[in-house]
């Protein structure tokens, strides 16, 4: 069996630690996978509101300068926009765990993508570093949304 880089044992330290600190310190978002979500970032705690404005959108919005050259920009940037046109046009009631579901389909196809492009990628070029930025928040994003798409369908 081949040995992960040392790239993939952090993120997969990351998802561990991502899915695991809401049960063991108890610290969450304060919304249940049952929560109505309305995409209204500014009702959610601080440190969560850092995460999406702060990290999440600006790392997917750094995908734009890279769509010419790269299906990965592209698979991010559409997945992207596709897990949010639910919520934009009204298609039905969002809760937590739906938005979690919808992250998950949208956004593991450039997970992927990116992730077989790592190794060739020049971690020092501008591209580089939002291929590793990207790989870094698309993990820990779905580890969260992973846990609440299962909370919500399985055990809820």
């Not at 044992?9 to 695991?20: D, E, H, K, S, T």
């Not at 501008?126 to 399985?154: E, N, Q």
Request: aromatic fraction near 12%; charged fraction near 10%.
């Amino acid at each position: 069996m081949a040995q992960l880089s040392w790239f993939w044992r952090i993120i997969l330290g990351l998802i561990l630690v991502a899915m695991l600190t809401p049960f063991v310190l108890g610290i969450d978002a304060g919304l249940t996978p049952d929560s109505p979500w309305s995409g209204q970032v500014e009702v959610v705690p601080v440190w969560l509101r850092i995460w999406l404005l702060g990290i999440l959108f600006p790392t997917f919005l750094a995908s734009l300068f890279f769509l010419r050259r790269s299906w990965e920009a592209r698979a991010a940037a559409a997945g992207f926009i596709l897990s949010h046109v639910p919520m934009m046009v009204h298609l039905f009631d969002v809760t937590v765990g739906v938005v979690g579901l919808m992250h998950l389909v949208c956004w593991s196809p450039a997970l992927v993508l990116l992730a077989q492009r790592r190794p060739n990628v020049d971690p020092k070029t501008p591209f580089g570093v939002w291929v590793h930025a990207m790989l870094l928040v698309l993990a820990i994003s779905l580890a969260f949304d992973l846990r609440d798409a299962l909370l919500y369908f399985v055990l809820g």
